[in-house]
């Protein structure tokens, strides 16, 4: 192939006019390229959690076509307000982080501090209230193993071995969810942390917050679709 | 005599003494915490090439127990861990990182003109989740091993086997989140950072088949990892998901495995097409027949893929029907990788072969590939493949397409780009005769595993004292088996050697096209010293063309320089003004017989 | 259409960059999927009657997922910037989407697991022509707890020696 080489070409073309962006990292021409690699790789990744989660919900729609009235009369042991309250905390926690982007975007420190900050307040409120679920779980003897309960009249006279099957998928959906929580309260708290010492990394370009905006929004996606078919089993006919 | 001889291997030019990627920094921690794809992409070598022979010496334990109608040396709960351990780190720390954690992560960058991935720092966090991944599976089996098969088949891996089983499954999902990392910056690499000029279709097919392994990757990993994630939960925390005493589902296990194994095979093999497209361009010295063909027969590959996981499991209790169209679709899926073969072989077509030891390799890929996926369209076919599932011709027919298909051409990639990477040139005549080695021991071991496993041998059995007659070919086999592993060991010897005592290689001892070819042995750390701008097409041979060109202008080209002649007292020099046709070729960027 | 490196770098816009969307869109966005939890909570406390041959069972299941999906749509268009982004993260929103379908194709399975009609693949439980098999999986898609639930000694959950 014919190529020519233009001696210290670095592409830079255009103004740039405003500071808009961080450290500009070697293999990058310009913080455009960077700000969109940075954006599709962190889609990239979320199709993976996609698939992720995915092949989890596959799991689950397989055991509740075939026990659909074992898992209905399991179910009845979830406490729905409980969940209800759940879901609306991580709704919230979604708009809290779509405000702190926008405040990445307009450069306003203290909206982005507040509202990360009111961010980790609804995520420990999840994680507080999934803490509650699970003890009670696990004092009523629901959790899947030698210690399940063997009282069927518990259960609604469900067949015990299937209701063992919802909660084992109870407990391995919202247990790999509380994770990914967890993980991204650890990942808010770093950002959150480097806002506050005015970490030039985040407080000049605004797409390092918008990513972990992203991963957020998607830890909120899937509990959108965990709350409506853990808790909210339709009455089997 | 023509002009267009063999290009010195051998720099013309005094050495080049600028840093290079390999001398810009020698500290242990350099290497450790670097960003550079290169340097990256040698800490893979080391270790792949180390798991490479660990599973390669689990092999050969096989293959010396099988000598015997009864067992030799092992028990058989001790092969159980055997073949167990063989398949293990030859598939997840071998054949699935292997050409693109190698040769993807060193060249991608380089053939796109770019100065390193997307994401330095992922890349390198790749690295050292492979290494844990690999550690946790080494542990397994310093631990006791696993003796459930690769394919961890419930409800015995998760309810019953004795073994390391937990240790193993840690690790295969950390390897496997090193595989998506890798997947990721290529997709991202190869979408956002071209060099200027270097649209889609100018890209070297070796990027197309990235690209398509990428998606594979980001597509089907995720679901092995949350499969053997679950296995783990059942196995500790007794959930149940698979285990039938509680109404589970352990074919369910089988259906999500291959969901993402079968796509596995396509992330071990598309790389390994990408360096045959390369390989025998280069070495014919003319433009890949069919390259929009080739291009998207890639992408075809790795999206039908995901639609044939069923043909693992025809004899599982998947309905006939199921069969059915998985068996179609099994069918249809050879299709664009049939395409890819005649391509190659058209383009070897009229064209000026130089047999040097990559082009061994890349000719035995296509024979040796076209054998296996073909002895696949028998397995395919639910009928015949009642009879031989389970039997040695399965093992024949996937050794066939990984080892004389990925691992062929990944020795054939490695010798190719060796000059590259180290800036030394091996001998040839030592790689030549270890590439026969390779492709007749191959043959001599696998082939007759075709036979024995129509004759009804069962795979992962350790004995078979219930027919003797399968004795001949067995130890056949393992005859074939010690040629090939001599064949494998030779390149550790003389491209050691070559790193101490090889010539220093050119910019272009292959005489070959393509960006990598137009920076320095080995490239700087930001692979070029200027940036390059694309303006044709990546296959820019034209033999033809150019000896005519030539008979026209009593010009002769420097094969080794793309840009340079040689005037009459033998001296390569830049290319005349006015009639330096390579670059006038550029610029109008037509050709004539196109 | 995504620019080439060279164009990206020619160019004075700022390619990807802000669209600041407008604080009003986020709340009415938040109060939207408010309502909608509250619908689906809701929709889980009244029986959705059948209608033709769809039991109501699956016309409360379809509601409530008809509903996460509208939330999801919310969530990715406006909170993570589908709507304004380039082609390519829309496409990749829609293939995270369309491939997590693509396993959906195990489910087909289950169903043409009773349409076994090979004679000697039926399990103990089978009889020829009446779809059962040797599966792990009971056939049964009827409530299955008419049996009584299975007493204690019997659960065997911790089969390894």
Redesign the interface.
């Known amino acids: 192939?014919?190529?020519?080489?233009?001696?210290?070409?670095?592409?830079?073309?255009?103004?740039h006019g405003h500071d808009?962006h961080g450290p500009l990292?070697?293999?990058?021409?310009?913080i455009?390229?960077q700000?969109?690699?940075y954006?599709?790789?962190m889609?990239?990744?979320?199709?993976?959690?996609?698939?992720?989660?995915?092949?989890?919900?596959?799991?689950y729609?397989?055991?509740r076509?075939?026990?659909?009235?074992?898992f209905y009369?399991a179910h009845e042991h979830l406490n729905?307000p409980l969940g209800?309250v759940n879901?609306?905390i991580l709704?919230?926690s979604?708009?809290f982080?779509?405000?702190a982007v926008?405040g990445a975007?307009?450069h306003n420190r203290k909206q982005v501090i507040g509202n990360l900050g009111l961010v980790q307040l609804c995520a420990m409120g999840f994680l507080t209230i999934k803490f509650f679920e699970y003890k009670e779980k696990f004092a009523d003897h629901l959790v899947?193993?030698?210690n399940?309960t063997?009282n069927?009249a518990e259960l609604h006279?469900?067949?015990?071995?299937?209701a063992?099957?919802y909660y084992?998928?109870y407990?391995?959906m919202t247990g790999l969810h509380a994770v990914h929580i967890l993980v991204g309260m650890l990942v808010i708290g770093a950002l959150g942390a480097m806002w506050i010492k005015r970490d030039k990394l985040v407080t000049e370009d605004?797409v390092p917050t918008?990513l972990i905006?992203?991963y957020w929004?998607?830890v909120?996606?899937v509990w959108?679709?965990l709350?409506?078919?853990m808790y909210?089993l339709?009455?089997?006919? | 005599m023509s002009a267009i001889g063999i290009p010195a291997p051998v720099e013309e030019h005094p050495h080049d003494t600028r840093t290079n990627y390999l001398n810009v920094a020698h500290t242990l921690k350099s290497w450790l915490t670097t960003g550079d794809h290169k340097r990256i992409a040698i800490l893979y070598l080391i270790s792949i090439s180390t798991f490479f022979f660990l599973g390669a010496s689990f092999a050969g334990m096989i293959r010396l127990e099988l000598m015997s109608p009864a067992g030799v040396i092992l028990e058989s709960e001790t092969y159980n861990k055997v073949f167990t351990a063989h398949g293990v780190v030859m598939v997840f720390l071998f054949l699935v990182p292997g050409i693109p954690a190698i040769m993807g992560n060193f060249i991608l960058p380089i053939m796109i003109g770019a100065r390193d991935l997307a994401f330095p720092r992922l890349n390198l966090l790749s690295w050292y989740l492979y290494m844990i991944g690999g550690g946790f599976i080494v542990a397994s089996f310093v631990g006791g091993g696993i003796d459930t098969g690769w394919t961890f088949y419930t409800p015995y891996s998760s309810m019953y086997s004795n073994g390391q089983v937990g240790l193993a499954l840690i690790g295969i999902f950390i390897a496997g989140f090193s595989s998506i990392t890798t997947g990721i910056n290529f997709i991202v690499t190869v979408h956002k950072m071209r060099a200027p000029g270097m649209t889609w279709f100018r890209l070297p097919l070796f990027v197309w088949s990235m690209y398509a392994t990428s998606v594979v990757i980001v597509l089907g990993t995720p679901v092995v990892a949350i499969t053997l994630l679950l296995v783990l939960l059942e196995r500790v925390f007794h959930l149940p998901f698979f285990s039938p005493e509680l109404g589970g589902d352990p074919v369910l296990f089988q259906h999500m495995f291959w969901f993402y194994s079968h796509p596995a095979v396509y992330i071990m093999v598309l790389p390994a097409f990408g360096i045959i497209s390369e390989l025998i361009s280069n070495f014919s010295r003319k433009r890949i027949f069919g390259y929009h063909f080739v291009a998207f027969s890639s992408l075809a590959i790795a999206g039908l893929g995901f639609l044939v996981w069923g043909h693992h499991m025809f004899v599982s209790s998947q309905s006939m029907y199921e069969g059915l169209v998985f068996s179609l679709l099994s069918f249809l899926v050879a299709v664009p990788s049939a395409i890819k073969i005649f391509n190659w072989t058209l383009t070897l077509y009229k064209g000026n072969i130089r047999l040097q030891s990559p082009m061994l390799y890349a000719l035995g890929f296509l024979g040796l590939f076209t054998i296996g996926g073909l002895t696949g369209l028998f397995l395919a076919s639910a009928g015949t493949d009642v009879h031989l599932t389970a039997t040695y011709f399965v093992v024949a027919h996937f050794h066939y397409v990984m080892v004389g298909g990925s691992l062929l051409a990944f020795l054939g990639g490695l010798h190719y780009w060796w000059p590259k990477m180290t800036g030394r040139m091996f001998a040839d005549g030592p790689a030549k005769v270890s590439a026969l080695l390779v492709f007749i021991g191959f043959n001599v071991t696998f082939f007759p595993q075709f036979i024995v496993g129509w004759l009804g041998m069962p795979r992962r059995y350790h004995y078979y004292y219930f027919a003797p007659e399968y004795q001949v070919y067995n130890v056949m086999s393992t005859l074939g088996a010690t040629v090939l592993a001599l064949g494998l060991i030779m390149p550790l010897f003389y491209l050691t050697h070559s790193l101490f005592s090889g010539a220093r290689a050119a910019a272009n001892p292959w005489g070959a096209h393509g960006l990598e070819w137009e920076t320095t042995s080995p490239p700087p750390t930001t692979n070029f010293y200027e940036t390059p701008i694309v303006q044709d097409e990546v296959y820019d041979f034209d033999p033809v063309a150019e000896y005519e060109q030539q008979r026209a202008t009593s010009e002769i080209f420097d094969p080794g320089h793309p840009h340079r002649r040689i005037d009459k007292e033998g001296e390569s020099k830049p290319g005349i003004a006015g009639a330096d046709h390579s670059s006038s070729r550029a610029a109008d960027g037509q050709k004539e017989d196109r | 259409m995504a620019k080439t490196p060279l164009q990206a770098a020619q160019s004075t816009d700022h390619g990807y960059q802000h669209h600041v969307v407008p604080t009003w869109k986020y709340v009415a966005t938040l109060l939207a999927l408010t309502v909608l939890m509250l619908l689906t909570v809701g929709a889980y406390y009244v029986d959705i009657p059948a209608v033709g041959p769809i039991s109501g069972t699956v016309m409360n299941q379809t509601v409530a997922l008809i509903i996460a999906c509208t939330k999801t749509a919310l969530v990715v268009f406006i909170f993570m910037g589908v709507w304004w982004g380039t082609k390519l993260q829309k496409l990749w929103a829609l293939t995270g989407f369309v491939w997590f379908f693509l396993l959906g194709l195990i489910l087909i399975d289950y169903p043409m697991r009773a349409y076994e009609s090979v004679q000697g693949w039926e399990g103990e439980r089978g009889k020829a022509g009446h779809g059962q098999d040797g599966s792990a999986l009971p056939r049964v898609v009827t409530p299955s707890s008419q049996d009584q639930p299975v007493a204690p000694d019997e659960i065997n959950l911790r089969p390894r020696g």
């Open positions: 192939m014919a190529t020519i080489a233009h001696p210290g070409d670095h592409g830079h073309g255009g103004d808009d990292h070697h293999q990058f021409e310009d455009e390229q700000n969109e690699c954006i599709v790789g889609w990239t990744f979320l199709v993976t959690e996609v698939m992720f989660f995915g092949a989890f919900f596959l799991m729609t397989v055991y076509m075939y026990y659909q009235l074992d009369r729905i209800a879901t609306m709704l919230m979604s708009f982080m779509v405000m926008q975007q307009l899947p193993g030698v399940f063997q069927a006279g469900a067949n015990l071995n299937h063992q099957i084992g998928l407990f391995g605004y918008e905006g992203l929004h998607f909120d996606l959108i679709f709350f409506p078919l909210l339709p009455k089997p006919h």
